[in-house]
């Protein structure tokens, strides 16, 4: 008697792809939940950042800023005890023009003042798998901050450098974290926020 070959029927083959199917019909509703958990839960822990800072400031009396990378996608809070501005744009260049008209360019950069602030962020946090940040906009620019690392500063009069950042998913899911000015208070939009609806007509 001659052993059966081993194998597949058709019908075996077509329940497999059937049963394959309803998992992917199942599970794909579920995977794009989970994403677009990830991106909120994101925001809201990077706004509870943003409020310990501005507590922090008050009553410490230092200057804060929330740091975003761009690149990592990661975000940590950093601290300095000098009083620091703010400078636009315009600012920067005419201040860079002097320097260069009175040879004080040495060619290499200002230390910065600040560092990392243990007691809010002992280490960097990063966003989740498939969670990135999209771009930055804050009072400083007038162009949208897509690369390197951008700043939120938070002062200890309660006053907040007003930002706009928009963190995504994989599955193109949005979610605009505003700054306002106040009091480190932010606000978590689950849609794109234009910047002009932030900061007026100036910004692209």
């Excluded at 008697?1 to 792809?17: D, K, P, T, Y």
């Excluded at 310990?52 to 300095?80: C, F, H």
């Amino acid at each position: 008697m001659r052993n059966r070959e081993a194998g597949f029927s058709l019908i075996e083959l077509l329940i497999v792809v059937a049963i394959l199917g309803l998992v992917g019909v199942i599970a794909i509703p579920s995977i794009s939940n989970t994403f677009r958990f990830s991106v909120q839960s994101s925001a809201r822990e990077l706004a509870t950042l943003i409020k310990e800072a501005s507590n922090s400031s008050q009553i410490t009396g230092k200057v804060y800023r929330i740091a975003y990378d761009l690149k990592s996608d990661q975000y940590w809070a950093e601290s300095s005890s000098e009083q620091t501005l703010l400078k636009s744009e315009e600012s920067e260049a005419i201040e860079k023009e002097r320097s260069h008209i009175f040879n004080k360019d040495d060619g290499e950069k200002k230390k910065s003042s600040f560092n990392q602030d243990a007691m809010l962020t002992k280490k960097k946090r990063t966003l989740p798998i498939g969670v990135k940040f999209k771009d930055v906009y804050t009072e400083q620019s007038q162009e949208p901050i897509t690369e390197g690392i951008a700043y939120t500063h938070i002062f200890p009069q309660g006053i907040t450098e007003k930002s706009l950042v928009h963190i995504v998913d994989n599955g193109k899911n949005e979610i605009s974290l505003i700054v306002s000015n106040l009091l480190g208070r932010c606000s978590v939009e689950g849609r794109y926020i234009e910047p002009k609806e932030i900061f007026g007509k100036g910004v692209k």
